[in-house]
C-alpha cells in the first residue's frame, strides 16, 4: 500500500469515514524523499519512537530501518486505521495516547528496555514547541531526535545568536543537542496542505552539555529573563527578575568583558553560562 500516494489516502479517507482534525495538526505526508530524509537523519540503530503517526506513512517507512517502532497517536480514530495500514509491519507497536501527558522515560524503558533509541515525527503544528521542550528536558536516552516542524520554528531553533530568529528555545536546544536543518518541505507535500512551509530539523544528543553551568536552573532562568523582555537590555532584565540591584549587575557584566547594556539576544551561550555562575555566586 503506497501511504504516499493521494488516491490511496482518499480510499482510506472514504473506507474510515475519516475526517481530519485540523485541531490535531492532522497534515499527512506524501512525499517519499522526505520519509527518507527523515529515517536516514534519525541514524537508527536498533529502535525509534515515533509521535502522531497518523495514517502510517512514516511509521511503515521506519519500521524498513528499525528493529522495533513503537508510535504514540493520540485520535482514537485512528487506530483501527493503523491497524489496517500497518498490517504487514510486525515490528511496529501503536500506543493510543497523548504524548504530552505520557511518562516518555518509563516507555522508553518498557518498550525498548532502557537501550539508546531515536524519536522521529512530522509533528502537529499547535503542540511543536512543548514537545520539543519536553523530550530535550527529560534527558532521555535519545542519540537524534528527528522533527518535520514549521519552517519558522526550525529556522529560530538552528539559528545564531544576534539574528532575528534567535530566541529562549534556540538556547535550550544548542545547550543540549547539536541542532540541524536536513531539508524544506513545501506546504503541498502534505495532505490536506497547511497554510506554512515546513522543515526536517535533527538534533543530535549531545553526551554533555555544550556550555558547562554551576547550576542549570539558574541558567534557563536568565535565558528566558533574556528573551521575555527582548526590548530591554540585560541589566534591566536581571534587576526586575532576580531583584539585583542594576549598579551591581553592570559591574558583574563588566567583569566578565560583557557591555552592560547588551540585549540577551546577543549573547551566545557561553555568556549566558558565565553569567548565570555568576549571578549564582552574587545570591
Ligand atoms: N506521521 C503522519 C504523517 O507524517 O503523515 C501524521 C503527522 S500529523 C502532522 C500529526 C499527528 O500527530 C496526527 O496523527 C495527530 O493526530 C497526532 N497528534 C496530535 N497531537 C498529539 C499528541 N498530543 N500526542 C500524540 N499524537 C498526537
Excluded at 13 to 27: A, I
Excluded at 83 to 111: S, Y
Excluded at 133 to 143: G, N
Amino acid at each position: 500500500m503506497d501511504l504516499t500516494d493521494i488516491r490511496t489516502i482518499r480510499e482510506i479517507e472514504r473506507k474510515f469515514d475519516f475526517g481530519f482534525s485540523k485541531g490535531l495538526g492532522q497534515n499527512f505526508l506524501l512525499d517519499s524523499a522526505v520519509l527518507d530524509e527523515i529515517a536516514e537523519a534519525a541514524q537508527i540503530t536498533d529502535g525509534v519512537l515515533e509521535i502522531g503517526p497518523g495514517f502510517g506513512v512514516l511509521t511503515h517507512r521506519l519500521s524498513q530501518s528499525a528493529q522495533k517502532v513503537v508510535s504514540v497517536e493520540i485520535d482514537s480514530r485512528l487506530i483501527p486505521v493503523l491497524n489496517f495500514t500497518l498490517a504487514d509491519c510486525d515490528n511496529v507497536k501503536i500506543i493510543e495516547g497523548d504524548i504530552l501527558k505520557m511518562d516518555v522515560r518509563e516507555l522508553i524503558e518498557r518498550e525498548f528496555g532502557g537501550k539508546e533509541i531515536s524519536i522521529a515525527a512530522n509533528l502537529p503544528y499547535y503542540i511543536t514547541t512543548p514537545i520539543i521542550t519536553s523530550l530535550i528536558e527529560a534527558k532521555l536516552p535519545v542519540r537524534n531526535i528527528v522533527v518535520m516542524v514549521q519552517k519558522e520554528v526550525a529556522e529560530r531553533i538552528a539559528s545564531k545568536p544576534a539574528s532575528k530568529d534567535y530566541g529562549a528555545i534556540t538556547v535550550l536546544c544548542n545547550y543540549y543537542t547539536n541542532p540541524r536543518i536536513v531539508c524544506t518541505v513545501p506546504a503541498d507535500s502534505f495532505y490536506p496542505a497547511p497554510k506554512v512551509d515546513s522543515a526536517v530539523l535533527c538534533m543530535e544528543v549531545l553526551d554533555k552539555p555544550s556550555v558547562f553551568v554551576n547550576d542549570e536552573k539558574m541558567f534557563f532562568k536568565v535565558v528566558k529573563s533574556a528573551f521575555l523582555h527582548r526590548r530591554k537590555t540585560l541589566v534591566n532584565c536581571l534587576a526586575s527578575d532576580f531583584g539585583i540591584e542594576k549598579n551591581a549587575l553592570a559591574s558583574m557584566l563588566e567583569s566578565l568583558g560583557i557591555d552592560a547594556l547588551v540585549r540577551g539576544e546577543r549573547l551566545g551561550l557561553s555568556e549566558f553560562a558565565k553569567i548565570s555562575d555568576k549571578l549564582g555566586d552574587m545570591r
